[in-house]
């Protein structure tokens, strides 16, 4: 007879030796000891042992250890989303009367973090310009903390002297934090950039970028090479309690094997469809790194293509610079390493109802925010809500942006998209 006992306590276990490609999922909250002295001695801290399902499974150490190895770092901590990533950042490391400096083209909710949550707190915060060492030089106080940094910023594009920064940081004695998402792991080693060892103290990724890279998860992780650092962010994500899902985590595993070649291919034909909207007519400007008009371009250029580091790879058997064009890959040619991601300021005499036209026309891209996924992806931004110091802002044109995102489609039909709506919208 079939009884509740007997549901619960099988005695099937997979045999020993079954080797498939993917690893099984361990899906727990508990986690069984074989006796109570087993209990009371396992430690979760170093993630030699598993205690509770919040405290790491198999199936997390998992990812969190090729994230590590993909990052360029020893440790690394998985979060339920970009933004956990850096709230935990923050609130592991912060204190009442601490102050934190964000870069002026920072992640939007990662300013609106620190303008509620962290002044609530008492952690109060200065917004740097990313362009200029000198500006970071005298805003780091007595006070200053943490340092946030990201490579190149949000929605504008501009690409810092990234090594500059973070060697400041180190000389200041202060923590830096890289919001890496855009590189992945992919463009450049952010914990060696200069081939001496030389890089950012922290890490976090928006998993749900690349990482996921089916529009379709939301993760993130933080990855160190200190293991101090990484202390105060486990126990304070033990504190919190961020679990994340085994299902989510098991996608994102059976993501990761495809990533550098989704991002190269992304990166092609982002960089192809860039390069064509700057002969359009209506187009002031287009905001991707690998341009010499958008702002720090020589910056990128130091960091993702002349530093031919991209120590990962080749540590580990990666592709070397030009590889993928060698090896006949669709939409070469391109120097470098940069994300599918770009914005571009249409001229100011089209009206905002004009661009809207333009991103409502598109037929492939579709209005949606994130990035790194399968599907081209469209957003008008504000420029004057997202930068009021916008007009100090250098080397930005005047007009409406729009943000877009460049997914798997053939470019061939993305560009034939992008023209037509524009013929649409604006003539
Ligand atoms: C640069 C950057 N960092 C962090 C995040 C946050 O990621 P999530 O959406 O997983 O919270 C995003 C999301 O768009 C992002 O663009």
């Given at each position: 007879m079939v009884t509740n006992t007997k549901l619960i306590h099988h005695h099937y276990s997979p045999p020993k030796g079954f080797k498939a490609p993917q690893e099984p999922t361990y899906q727990a909250s508990t986690v069984i000891f074989p006796s109570v002295s087993a209990m009371r001695s396992t430690e979760w801290k170093n993630k030699s042992g598993y205690t509770y399902g919040l405290h790491g499974t198999p199936t997390t150490f998992t990812l969190e250890e090729r994230l590590a190895s993909i990052e360029g770092a020893l440790h690394c901590q998985l979060v339920p989303s970009g933004l956990a990533a850096i709230a935990l950042v923050n609130l592991s490391l912060l204190k009442s009367g601490d102050e934190v400096l964000l870069p002026s083209n920072a992640y939007g909710p990662s300013t609106a973090l620190a303008q509620g949550e962290l002044a609530r707190y008492g952690i109060s915060h200065k917004v740097y310009d990313p362009l200029s060492l000198n500006d970071l030089a005298q805003k780091i106080s007595p006070q200053t903390r943490l340092v946030w940094l990201e490579a190149p910023g949000s929605v504008t594009m501009e690409f810092p002297d990234l090594l500059a920064l973070a060697a400041l940081c180190k000389e200041r004695g202060v923590t830096s934090a890289l919001d890496n998402t855009w590189g992945a792991g992919i463009a450049f080693n952010a914990f060696d950039l200069n081939g001496k060892g030389l890089g950012v103290d922290l890490?976090?990724?928006?998993?749900?970028?690349?990482?996921?890279?089916?529009?379709?998860?939301?993760?993130?992780?933080?990855?160190?090479?200190?293991?101090?650092?990484?202390?105060?962010?486990?126990?304070?994500?033990?504190?919190?309690?961020?679990?994340?899902?085994?299902?989510?985590?098991?996608?994102?595993?059976?993501?990761?094997?495809?990533?550098?070649?989704?991002?190269?291919?992304?990166?092609?034909?982002?960089?192809?469809?860039?390069?064509?909207?700057?002969?359009?007519?209506?187009?002031?400007?287009?905001?991707?790194?690998?341009?010499?008009?958008?702002?720090?371009?020589?910056?990128?250029?130091a960091c993702c293509v002349r530093s031919k580091l991209k120590a990962n790879g080749h540590e580990e058997g990666g592709y070397e610079e030009g590889g993928y064009e060698e090896a006949g890959y669709a939409g070469g040619g391109f120097e470098g390493n940069a994300a599918s991601i770009f914005s571009v300021i249409f001229k100011p005499e089209f009206s905002q109802a004009q661009v809207d036209k333009f991103c409502e026309s598109l037929q492939y891209f579709k209005i949606g925010y994130s990035w790194g996924g399968p599907m081209s992806l469209v957003v008008p931004y504000d420029l004057e809500t997202i930068r009021p110091q916008h007009s100090q802002h250098t080397g930005l044109a005047r007009g409406r942006l729009v943000r877009l995102c460049i997914g798997l489609e053939d470019c061939a039909d993305l560009l034939v998209d992008l023209k037509r709506s524009?013929?649409?919208a604006f003539h």
């Open positions: 890490t976090i990724q928006a998993l749900t970028k690349y990482a996921s890279g089916g529009g379709d998860v939301l993760m993130g992780c933080i990855c160190t090479r200190n293991p101090a650092l990484d202390d105060h962010i486990k126990l304070t994500h033990m504190r919190l309690g961020l679990g994340v899902g085994a299902a989510d985590v098991q996608a994102v595993l059976r993501s990761l094997p495809s990533m550098a070649l989704r991002y190269k291919a992304q990166d092609a034909s982002a960089r192809f469809l860039a390069n064509a909207l700057t002969t359009q007519s209506v187009v002031a400007q287009v905001l991707h790194p690998s341009l010499k008009a958008c702002p720090g371009h020589e910056h990128w250029q524009i013929q649409t």
